[in-house]
């Protein structure tokens, strides 16, 4: 076999060729690696933010809730308030799971804002007025399935090859317990394979529009497609218990405390929508009229 005369007259550069030949593609792959995780870093969907124009207050107003509807209206109307321009350089919203909230959060008063149902709360701190009061108990709502081919009946002929959307969260009223008790109370048993479980209520909304599942469980006002395509909805229940929003004990030893509390209840009205309007829903107190 004869000598390759490129390696026997040019050892050198053969060995640099070779070893850039091995280099590029690894450096390469670290590149797009660390490209793939800093845009994972950036992609989070589950929270929104504001600015208030106020630059000298150096500190985030922190808001915790299980629902995405009207979260970024409610920071944008948070981040527009006189009151909460005055303290605060911006306003932060989150929207996760019911687990995600634990006793350290409370303890630690992480976040001066958040919806949560009673038991719940004071089930992970039992010493929960230390932290935080209670602010504004929100109203029970009426709950809905929704189907896009024809009005749910809860039948099994109806419901033979339909898919359920639910919550991964079995503590959830609006999308496991309320419907898993009609099911049951209509002697429905459904497949594994009729049952499809998600993350959080976005998720499910998402499993319905891009017709992952044929039925979910809904508010009335959040009973739409994205598509604009008509949708079918019959009673699920009609009085659903809701839950509280809370803030934190020390936001209201401020001086301005109720110049504070007028402006958080003022801008929650933008949740009313989502209840029963025949309960009068988020009242604003008179003090704050």
């Known amino acids: 076999m004869l000598p390759s005369p490129f390696i026997s007259a040019n050892r050198p550069v053969y060995y640099f060729v070779v ?4 280099c590029i593609p690894l450096a390469a792959s670290l590149y797009l690696s660390n490209a793939q995780l800093h845009k994972l870093h950036l992609s989070d969907y589950r929270s929104y933010q504001c600015a208030t124009s106020n630059t000298d207050a150096h500190r ?14 409610f920071a944008d109307s948070l981040c527009a308030n006189k009151t909460i321009r005055q303290h605060f350089t911006d306003v932060e919203i989150l929207w996760r799971p019911r687990s995600y909230l634990n006793a350290q959060h409370i303890l630690d008063e992480e976040f001066d804002l958040f919806w949560n149902r009673r038991h719940i709360v004071t089930g992970l ?36 090859d339909k898919i359920i959307g639910l ?7 609006t999308h496991f317990l309320q419907p898993m008790s009609a099911l049951r109370a209509s002697g429905i048993s459904l497949s594994s394979k009729q049952k499809k479980f998600y993350t959080d209520p976005n998720a499910i909304y998402k499993a319905f529009n891009n017709n992952e599942v044929d039925i979910i469980s809904t508010p009335l006002p959040l009973a739409k497609a994205n598509d604009g395509s008509e949708v079918f909805v019959s009673l699920i229940e009609s009085e659903v218990p809701s839950g509280a929003w809370y803030v934190s004990k020390d936001l209201l030893l401020a001086e301005t405390s109720r110049d504070l509390e007028c402006a958080l209840l003022k801008s929650l009205i933008i949740y009313a929508p989502i209840f029963d309007s025949t309960q009068a829903p988020l009242a604003v107190k008179p003090a704050c009229l």
Not at 134 to 150: C, G, N, Q, R, V
């Open 19 to 22: 070893s850039l030949a091995l």
């Open 60 to 73: 985030t107003f922190r808001v915790l809730t299980l629902f995405f509807s009207y979260a970024s209206e």
């Open 125 to 160: 701190v039992p010493e929960l007025s230390n932290f935080y009061s209670l602010l504004l108990e929100t109203p029970t709502y009426e709950l809905y399935w929704m189907s896009k081919d024809a009005l749910p009946t809860l039948n099994a002929d109806y419901l033979k």
């Open 167 to 173: 919550s991964r969260d079995s503590q959830s009223q």
